[in-house]
C-alpha cells in the first residue's frame, strides 16, 4: 500500500513539490521559449517612412547555448533597419566567440550598443533574496553599496573592437550617428551603465542633435537620474534593458524587483518617462537571458524587440 502522510506533512511536502516544479519549468522550459515582442512608437517626424529598430538585451551568454545563438541568428530575417544592444551580452569570460557568432548575421546591418555590467565583471553566485532586500534599501548594484571586491574581469574589448569594426556604435557616455540605407541620419546620446555608476551625463548634455532626422537615447540600467536626464533634454526615446522584465513574475500582478530604482509597473515594454515637463517614450527589454548562476523565468519569457517607429501625431 502507499504511504500515507498526515495533513501536518502533506502540505508542506506539497508546497515543496509545487516549488520544484516551478523551478524546472522556469529554467528547463520557460528560460528556453525565445520569443519577438513586437511594439509601435509614434515618434517620427511628419512625412518620414516607417523605421523598424531591433532591439537585443540582457543575452547573459553561457558556453554551449546552442538554441539561443540559433535565435539570435534567426532575428536576421526581420531585416531590420538598424539593431541597438542595450548590454549585459556576457555571463561567462569565455563565452565572447558565442556571443560574435550569434550576433554575426544582425552585424550586417547599422547598429549602436551600450554595454552592461556584465560585459565588465563575471557574474557572481548571490542570494535572490537580495533583490527585494535591495529594493526595500534602495540600494542597487554600487548605488549605495560597497564596492565590488574580486570581481572577475570578462575580456569585453575583444567584443567591442568586433562591433566596431562591423560598424556599431559605441555610445559609452559619447554620441554617435548611423546613416540608415534609406538615406536617414539617427543621432544617438549613450551612457555607459549606471548600475556600476559608470555614466557620465555631463560628457553628453545638450540635448538631441536637431539636424539628423531622429535623435534616440541609449542606456543600460533605466535609473531614474539617467530617464529624468534625457527626458529634461526632450528625447523623444529612450531603450534600455537591465530588469530582465523581473525575471521572475507573479501572473496577475507582474514584477517584483527591476534591480534599479525604476517602478515594477515598467519593469518592461513602452511606458511614457516625464521630467521638467517634459514627456519621452520609454522601452524597456525584458532581454533574453539570466545570470549563469540564476537561470530561471518564469512569466516572463526571453525576448528580443522589433519597435516600428512612425510619425508622430
Given amino acids: 500500500m502507499p504511504a500515507r502522510y498526515p495533513l501536518s506533512l502533506r502540505i508542506p511536502l506539497g508546497i515543496t513539490a509545487v516549488g520544484a516544479a516551478c523551478l524546472a519549468y522556469s529554467a528547463g522550459i ?3 521559449s525565445f520569443r519577438l515582442r513586437r511594439v509601435t512608437v509614434p515618434v517620427l517626424p511628419r512625412g518620414m517612412r516607417p523605421l523598424r529598430v531591433l532591439q537585443v538585451s540582457d543575452i547573459h551568454m553561457v558556453g554551449g547555448q546552442r538554441k539561443k545563438q540559433r535565435w539570435l541568428q534567426s532575428l536576421a530575417g526581420l531585416r531590420p533597419d538598424f539593431v541597438v544592444n542595450t548590454g549585459d551580452n556576457l555571463s561567462d569570460p569565455e563565452a565572447v566567440p558565442e556571443v560574435l557568432d550569434a550576433l554575426g548575421p544582425l552585424m550586417e546591418f547599422p547598429g ?14 548571490r542570494n535572490p533574496a ?26 569585453w574589448e575583444g567584443m567591442r573592437d568586433a562591433f566596431d569594426a562591423a560598424g556599431w556604435v559605441g555610445l559609452s557616455n559619447t554620441r554617435g550617428r548611423i546613416k540608415l540605407d534609406g538615406g536617414e541620419e539617427i543621432a544617438l546620446t549613450g551612457l555607459d551603465d549606471p548600475h556600476i555608476k559608470r555614466d557620465r551625463y555631463d560628457e553628453v548634455a545638450g540635448g538631441p542633435e536637431h539636424d539628423a532626422d531622429l535623435p534616440l537615447a541609449v542606456v543600460h540600467a533605466p535609473y ?8 529634461a533634454d526632450r528625447y523623444p526615446l529612450i531603450l534600455a534593458g537591465h530588469t530582465h522584465g523581473g ?20 519593469a518592461r515594454g513602452l511606458s511614457h518617462h516625464e521630467a521638467d515637463g517634459h514627456r ?9 537571458g539570466a545570470n549563469r548562476y540564476t537561470p530561471f523565468r518564469f512569466a516572463c519569457p526571453p525576448e528580443a524587440t522589433l519597435l516600428t517607429l512612425i510619425e508622430r501625431p
Avoid at 531614474?224 to 527626458?231: C, G, P, T
Fill in 30 to 32: 520557460e528560460a528556453r
Fill in 112 to 125: 549602436a550598443y551600450v554595454f552592461g555590467s556584465n560585459d565588465y565583471y563575471g557574474p557572481r553566485l
Fill in 130 to 155: 537580495r533583490y527585494l532586500m535591495e529594493k526595500a534599501s534602495g540600494r542597487h548594484g554600487l548605488n549605495g553599496n560597497p564596492p565590488v571586491v574580486g570581481a572577475v574581469h570578462n575580456p
Fill in 224 to 231: 531614474l537620474r539617467v530617464l529624468d536626464a534625457f527626458a
Fill in 247 to 266: 525575471q521572475l513574475r507573479v501572473p496577475f500582478y507582474g514584477a517584483l524587483v527591476t534591480n534599479c530604482d525604476l517602478d515594477t509597473d515598467r
Fill in 280 to 288: 519621452s517614450y520609454l522601452h524597456v527589454s525584458a532581454g533574453c
